[in-house]
C-alpha cells in the first residue's frame, strides 16, 4: 500500500527506503501519508464530514486543500505532495491555522464545502496532556504574522529541487510524511 496508495514523490520513497534498510517497520503501520484523492460526490463528501466531526480530537492535525484554486493546487504540486495547507483542531469546532493575515482559531465549518479536501492525521507520540500543551502553544501564535519570508524561502528551494535547511522544511506535505503522524480520515 505504502507505494500505490500515496502520492509517489522522492521524499515519500527516501523515507520509506531509509526505513526499509534500517529495519524500522514500523514506519509502514500505517503505510498511506500522502494519499491520492479520489473525486466524490456532493453526498459522500456530507458523509465523510458527518465522521470528521465524529472522530477528530484536540490536537489532531488538518491539513487541506482547496480543489478549486490554482494557488492551492500549485502549492501540493511543488510540495510533492496532496495537501496545500495545514492547521490543528483545537477543540468545539475550532481549527488554529497560519493563514495569509496571520495566526487565526476559526470554525472547522470554513472548509465544509465540496471543494475543499481534508485529511485528519494524529500524533501518535504524544498523550493527552501533551496534545492540551501543543494545542495551547498553538493558540499563543493568535494573531501573529504570517509568515512570507518562510514561505518564499521554502518555495525557492522546492523550485531549485534542493533540500532546504532542517529548520525550514516545513511544508505541509514534508509534514504529513512524518513517521509521527497516521492518517485517520480523509473527506
Known amino acids: 500500500m505504502f507505494f500505490t496508495e500515496n502520492v509517489l514523490s522522492i521524499e515519500l520513497f527516501e523515507a520509506g527506503m531509509i526505513a526499509l534498510t534500517k529495519g524500522l517497520f514500523s514506519y509502514f503501520d500505517n503505510p498511506i501519508r500522502i494519499p491520492k484523492l479520489e473525486d466524490i460526490t456532493g453526498e459522500g463528501f456530507e458523509e465523510r464530514w458527518k465522521a470528521l466531526l465524529s472522530i477528530v480530537q484536540v490536537g489532531d ?23 496545500s495547507h495545514v492547521g490543528a483542531y483545537s477543540g468545539g469546532g475550532k481549527i488554529t491555522e497560519a493563514v495569509p493575515i496571520g495566526v487565526v482559531e476559526r470554525s472547522i465549518e470554513a472548509y465544509h ?8 492525521y494524529r500524533r501518535t507520540d504524544l498523550d493527552q496532556a501533551k496534545q492540551l500543551k501543543f494545542i495551547s502553544a498553538m493558540q499563543s501564535r493568535i494573531g501573529a504574522r504570517y509568515d512570507f519570508r518562510g514561505v518564499i524561502r521554502l518555495a ?9 535547511p532542517e529548520e525550514s522544511s516545513h511544508g505541509p506535505n514534508n509534514l504529513a510524511r512524518s513517521e509521527r503522524l497516521t492518517l485517520v480520515h480523509l473527506v
Do not use: C, E, M
Not at 525557492?156 to 533540500?163: D, M, P, V
Open 156 to 164: 525557492i528551494y522546492k523550485l531549485l529541487g534542493s533540500r532546504p
Open 61 to 83: 492535525i488538518i491539513f487541506t486543500i482547496d480543489t478549486q484554486n490554482i494557488i492551492s493546487k500549485l502549492i501540493a504540486r511543488f510540495d510533492h505532495g496532496t495537501w
Open 113 to 120: 464545502n465540496p471543494r475543499y479536501r481534508l485529511g485528519v
